[in-house]
């Protein structure tokens, strides 16, 4: 045939293929049959050249098996399969979990989820020597996974980072991580912010590698996050650990930098070095404020000697709110008043820190002061009323690993995962994060306390967030609480989670989930495909169309149709379709005159039909390629 319809590409994105275009347009001539000129390039960007072989230092972080990690980046031949069975309305449901390696996964939402997530929140394996590191097998890591997913003795494609037997406990971590952040980065948007936990371990390589992959200019910051006040009970022989971190990145910086979230709750966790200070955004006359300094100056060089204009009594009426001054000297009381002096100098030979305001000032704004009456004692602390401006520390207290555990225990699922991060914790960041319409993703997802966080959010400001959850099908140990409570997987543990946070939140029970697995794809590999062996075989799916919702799925997701995407189900002529943003997926075998007319018909910018449906019938699929061009309609076959 003169015409055929496009074929729908099976293969994720090849990123290497992508920046070679990429390059090879913004700097024609550089690259020759397929070789790229360093020497020329460097001239063009005015920059010198180095190689690994002339050995010329460079800054930057390397570790053995850094090259080979980056292989793991090639296309992949994986699906995702649609699980009814563990899914809540799954036709319509807004987040998603997904069970499988999230390498493979990170590789499928390429095309679907560029530039479309707005927060990205993991808590990697912190490779302490008693978790589990990904040992991926770089020449085909769906292989891989999927060979560990069938074993039964734990020897698979994952393997224990105390164990060290090659000694790279680093390396291998580092390689694990380092192409799972370049794929992350590529889904988040402009705007988009990628938050990591991690502890000692591995911070510091943490930092050097997404600052590689990220950009140093694209750091916004490292929160110390004070996980347990009274610190773990075992420790290397020195000071017991109390913290953990998250690494904040930004996309793009300066997109971020024009974003301003709502950060108030985060500010609450702040510690203060005043006693009493806080964040609590409290209200009067004149609107919201909060309290950040007591009125005294705490710099001692202002004094009673320096500065003895600032060095007065203040006396205040809490029944009335009246405020009155005296001088220092000036030892007379008033009925109902409570009287404070500045606040002592630790000097010797001064007595007074100076007040930061003047009397005149104390009397015509006491509106912006709060005075605060404790057993006699009176403190004055000024108002700050730019709420939004007040900046954030990087120091964060209050939720804990016990509370924590306490968000599983509410939902009946106490000492079934040992190291869940608290909901308040990733909550109060989504919040300050996200738009109420935002994506956010987590693909080390555990016990999915990162679902039940974008959840419980949702409950607060009335949003419409979605969750996507990755999570790797990990046995629970045999004799843990888990493995009792009937959970063979951590897996198994998280939807279990989600299950019941949408459960026990009635404006969420409408959001659903949808459940799908990484698989191996419903279709051959065709001989024009980079790496593929040539088959011969005449059909184009691999098995007997028996799951249709699976090979929809792998076409809906190739097409760029987003995962949380709702499927409309319809019959065209008995034929199953399934519709989802635009994409209509006609699942049959059996095409005729009759199927591809009502096909035509139905209300879509792309017509996709399965190739084996058209066997021995090429008019009928011409016919068909010339009417949809003809009515406006991109056909497909696959």
Known sequence: MAEEPERVDLSTPDIAADNREALAVLFPGVLADGVLDATRLGELLDVDVTSRA?????????????????????????????DLGKSINFDTARNVFIDGDNLEVLKLMQKAYNDKVKLIYIDPPYNTGNDFVYADDFSDSLHGYLEYTR????????????????????????????????????????????????????????????????????YLNT????????????????????????????????????????FDELKA????????????????????????????????????????????RVHFNPTTEEVRVTDLD?????????????????????????????RAKILAESEDLEFRAEDENLQIWSKIRDVTGVAIKDLVIGPSTM???????????????????PVDLLRVLIGAVTGSDDLVLDFFAGSASTAHATTAQNEVDGGQRRCITVNLPEPTPEDSEAAKMGFATVSEIAIERIRRVLDGSPPAQDAGLRVMALAESNFRASNDEPGSLFDLSAETLVAPLNDV???????????????????????????????????????????????????????TRVLVFLEDGFAGSDALKANAFTRARELGIMMKTV
Not at 271 to 297: E, F, I, M, R
Request: without cysteine; negative net charge; aromatic residues 8%.
């Open 403 to 421: 509370s924590a555990k306490a968000d599983l225990e509410k939902l009946g699922l106490e000492r079934v995962f040992d190291t869940p991060k």
């Open 330 to 358: 000036d030892e007379t009381t008033f009925p109902g008043f409570l009287m404070t002096m500045p606040h002592s100098n630790s000097r010797p030979d001064l007595s007074w820190h100076a007040w930061r305001w003047s």
């Open 223 to 262: 929160i110390t996050w004070v996980s347990n006040l009274k610190g773990r009970q075992i420790s290397n022989g020195g000071a017991v650990g109390t913290h953990e971190y998250v690494l904040v990145y930004a996309r793009d910086f300066a997109s971020v930098e024009q974003f301003r979230g709502n």
């Open 54 to 82: 002339d050995g010329r230092e460079r800054f930057g972080l390397m570790w053995a098996g850094k090259h080979e990690a980056l292989q793991s980046l090639g296309p992949s031949r994986g699906t995702l399969v649609p």
């Open 549 to 603: 919702d699976a090979v929809v799925a792998e076409i809906l997701l190739r097409e760029g149709v987003r995962l949380e995407s709702p499927w409309e189900r319809t019959t065209v002529a008995s034929a199953p379709v399934v519709m989802s943003d635009g994409v209509a997926v006609i699942s049959s075998l059996d095409l005729d005159d009759d199927v591809v007319a009502a096909a035509l018909e139905l209300e």
């Open 269 to 312: 966790m702040m510690p203060s070095v005043y006693k009493g200070a806080g964040y609590n955004v409290k209200h009067d006359d004149n609107g919201p404020y909060v309290t950040k300094n007591q009125l005294y100056n705490s710099n001692s060089k202002f004094n009673e000697v320096t500065a003895p204009t600032m060095v007065f």
């Open 151 to 218: 074993q039964v003795d734990h020897e698979g494609n994952r393997t224990s980072a105390s164990a060290d037997t090659v000694g790279r406990r680093h390396s291998r971590w580092l390689s694990m991580m380092f192409p799972r952040l370049h794929l992350a980065r590529n889904l988040l948007t402009q705007d988009g912010v990628l938050a990591v936990s991690i502890d000692a371990n591995e911070v510091a390589h943490l930092r050097s590698v997404l600052d590689e992959v990220f950009g140093e200019e694209n």
